[in-house]
């Protein structure tokens, strides 16, 4: 069949032009008569498209010199560990805000490594809504704050960053990075898997605040230190060459585009267009997200009847609208509307939305 | 330009097949209207996918059922530090044979989870040979034995495994996996990066006897614990699928063609050809490894005056022969010939040798 509108919560939807240029280019990158995949990491070839991957990034965010750029592997998952393991000492407490699953994996998967510290949570209110920052218990004396700053499955996005002193912030902005501009100078690390908005899954893309890679101090194998990482370009050992590559042609397309401002712009209509069909479908969908704190990423709703889901799922998929299942612990339906998900493809899913409505009501 | 013949030591050559494969699909994927590289993890298209790999290369290698297969990231390296993780407790020692630089780095990133025991070391020897089995001092308390089946700057290769009593045997097989045939049962676990012999880089291949799984105690993170990874099928987090796609259509091309005993006496027949070349070119061209230990897959050479390399480089990659520049640790050339590098490639490297040296001479 013809591509369809992909509306998967990652991982999701590349850029087309992204997409057509790697097929065309994947027996032969750049005249080499090599996949890039088949070349050295160590090569010139590799390492001239890893640089300008990495400047075409600092471009794009503003990125100060005093933060290095990191492209990991290994998932946002695993960061929840390295984190703790590089930023705090042994018997450090760090404080986390959790606002969904996975800032609750976060930091579960943190507990090794520092005391974990929940300062301020939206679980009771089933994370309908984000913790109030005045509510926050934070302590002054954390190693770090962590917090994420969209929640992938519940839908909820902080749309400014939360002040915390002089204590480092630390954000997972696995799915909404590169969706707006962003002040980086606020933050201490940021990590994201590429497999939202960067690229495919296997890569991960770390921005961090270089005085802190000097406080690893606790016993621990070379190849779990940022430092180390850093010190390397990335190349400790050989990176996932593939997603860095694709990594690359998302931030030039991203450029062409016209950057993160073009971005925010076009996000924020997206968004805008999914969330009043759903508002003023008169309650045949709903999205239950306290107004202030619903992500322009993923738009969990769901149909005034469950019984339908099923003839929802059917048809959109038969329309050509793909991958708009609820994630199973909440049911219904999840949009993703990441940066390569185009304006068309929101405007296509409205459409069949106010005709299913029609022909089901 | 077209293709060129690729003796890259990794990442490496991929089959052209399956190159052209993932070229035809890569916009639409079975017919389902997007990327691989779009679908979630957790849908029925991937899964199925995931699982038809799995299987595959469980008939390639008839791995036994208490064996698990493992489909991780990381590299190599992290596993490095993993495995002890997750195989020895605090207090543990190791044995480490160590004859190359792969084994020289496992057994330094191990030293922070597990006393570490150089049980065997070929470095006197500048690792030109393999330490002898009868002079290893290995100890009936170790938690495992690790070694290395074939060394990838070096270009020393065991043709044999050795035999090591109950202790669980652990080898790296990144650079020689997939090369022949396999008695599985004779290893507690094995690991492999997939650049050299199954796909991109990014991912790791694992195959570990499931009794082992039940070892790790220490504290960590959940994301560490291979059992977990295991339990959930190797998507506790999101997967490289790229990778594992990439690693399940090379399995489908080893088996076209003619499963790995096809694949041995075919990487037989290239590597002799390429010794026999060198061993015949009255010292013109050299490799000082110990016969019994050369490499079917890493042929380090050099000439006989290394004033002639940049002329070598120059006029090889002229005549399409990509990455024949020696690691930087020893010099010279290097030629890596594993599964994905066809026959005709090593035929053609040989005349350019010959005819390099008349020319040359």
Known sequence: MSRVWNFSAGPAALPQAVLERAQRELLDWNGCGASVMELSHRGKLFTGLATQAEADLRELLAIPADY????????ATQHFAQIPMNLAGEGDSADYIVNGHWGEKAASEATSYVRVNVAAS???????????????????????VHYTSNETIHGVEYHDIPSVGEVPLVADMSSNILSEPL?????????????????????VVMIVRRDLLQRAARPMARIFRYAEHAANDSMLNTPN?????????????????????????RNRTKAELLYRAIDESGGYYRNPI????????????????????????????????????GHKALGGMRASLYNAVPP??????????????ARHG
């Open 122 to 144: 939206s679980k009771a209110d089933h994370y309908l809504s984000l913790p109030a920052r005045d509510h926050w218990q934070l302590d002054p004396g954390a190693a770090y």
């Open 241 to 265: 060459t593939w997603g860095w590559y694709l990594a690359g042609l998302t931030f030039q397309w991203l450029k062409q585009q016209g950057g993160l401002s073009a971005m925010a712009a």
């Open 290 to 325: 306290d107004l202030a704190a619903r992500s322009r990423m993923n738009v969990p709703f769901t149909l005034h009847d469950n019984a339908l889901d099923a003839a929802f799922l059917q048809e959109s998929g038969a329309a050509g609208l793909l991958a708009l299942k």
């Open 344 to 357: 068309e493809a929101v405007e296509a899913l409205v459409a069949f939305m106010r005709d299913f409505a």
């Open 183 to 203: 002040d980086i100078s606020r933050f201490g690390l940021i990590y994201a898997g590429a497999q939202k908005n960067i690229g495919p899954s296997g890569l």
């Open 68 to 75: 290095a750029v990191l492209f990991l592997q290994g998932g």
